[in-house]
Nanobody, 121 residues
Framework: QVQLVESGGDLVQPGGSLRLSCAAS????????MGWYRQAPGKQRELVAK???????DYEDSVKGRFTISRDNAKNTVDLQMNSLKPEDTAVYYC???????????????WGQGTQVTVSS
């Protein structure tokens, strides 16, 4: 089992910055990818950014150039630096990992509990 603990959500003004952090712990064999999803009220959960173990990244189009994802493989942490925040970035942000719990077992999806990001003046 993998446990994910997020931190960093807050209320920020438009144009401001926030940094979200997520730490993975527990028993697992291999972490394939880590990332962040978000869900705004009345909308489906969507991918914001993810990073694979080989450092390849993927971003949702609306955050490209504003958000940066980074990962520390040794510490099993993933951060999301969010700059130039907009009101439409308001959502609950969830940390996610695709991890194999043991050798020979298919990787599974694990989720954090979510952290609220509100962008408002």
């Amino acid at each position: 089992q993998v446990q994910l603990v997020e931190s960093g959500g807050d209320l920020v003004q438009p144009g401001g910055s926030l940094r979200l952090s997520c730490a993975a712990s527990g028993t697992y064999f291999l972490i394939y990818s880590m990332g962040w999803y978000r869900q705004a009220p009345g909308k489906q959960r969507e991918l914001v950014a993810k990073i694979r173990s080989d450092e390849v990244t993927d971003y949702e189009d609306s955050v490209k150039g504003r958000f940066t994802i980074s990962r520390d493989n040794a510490k099993n942490t993933v951060d999301l630096q969010m700059n130039s925040l907009k009101p439409e970035d308001t959502a609950v942000y969830y940390c996610h990992t695709l991890s194999a719990p043991s050798p020979g077992v298919e990787p599974l999806d694990y989720w954090g509990q979510g952290t609220q990001v509100t962008v408002s003046s």
